[in-house]
Structure formats: C-alpha cells, structure tokens
C-alpha cells in the first residue's frame, strides 16, 4: 500500500497544473491545457466512473477493486501556495 496525492492548480485561462506525489515524493508532474471550471452537480464518482469513458482504453464503469481505496480526501485552497501545500502533504495521513 502507497499513499498517493494529487495537487491541481487551475490556472486563470482554466488551463491546470498537476502534481502527482507518492508516498510525499513527487513523481509527475503536467500540465492540462483545459479543465471545467466547476464540479458537476451530480458529484464526484470516486473509485469508479460511472459516465461514458474518456477513451477506449478501458471498459466502463472501471471500478476499482473492493479495499483499493482506502480514503479520498479533498481540500480546495483559494490560491497556490506551495508551503501550504507542502505542509498539508506533510500532515496528510
């Protein structure tokens, strides 16, 4: 088992910046030309996606195995910092 986070910066042009940390280490980092500019109102679908798949690469809905996610956790900060960001990993369980 890993702990992995992901920190998503949205940019004003709705363009994003995505960190991807495993175990508190980045190991990815990218960028994302366009994202939407709110959550859906029918929600988030964590371990599964239950809408039509974003490419064929995988079968509908992809859920995860039962146990593979032990918790999601969201935190929506008003603007980048990245020493917040970087406290929050550090006290992330």
Same mark, same amino acid.
């Given at each position: 088992?890993?702990?992995?986070? !992901? %920190?998503?910066? !949205?940019?004003? +042009? $709705? $363009?994003? +910046? =995505?960190?991807?940390?495993? #175990?508190?280490e980045s %190991?990815?980092r990218a960028r994302?030309?366009? %994202? /939407? /500019?709110? &959550?859906?109102?029918?929600? &988030? @679908?964590?371990?599964? #996606? =239950? ?5 064929? #690469?995988?079968? =509908?809905?992809?859920?995860?195995? =039962?146990?593979? &996610? #032990?918790? !999601? !956790?969201?935190?929506?900060?008003? *603007?980048? @910092?990245? *020493?917040? %960001?970087?406290? *929050? &990993?550090?006290?992330?369980?």
């Open positions: 088992a890993r702990r992995c986070s !992901v %920190v998503l910066h !949205v940019g004003a +042009d $709705s $363009s994003c +910046d =995505a960190w991807l940390f495993v #175990d508190r %190991v990815a994302i030309p366009q %994202v /939407g /500019g709110h &959550l859906s109102f029918w929600g &988030l @679908d964590v371990g599964r #996606d =239950a809408g039509l798949p974003v490419c064929p #690469d995988y079968p =509908a809905p992809f859920a995860f195995d =039962a146990g593979a &996610l #032990d918790r !999601v !956790v969201l935190r929506f900060f008003e *603007t980048l @910092d990245e *020493t917040m %960001v970087a406290r *929050t &990993l550090e006290m992330s369980e």
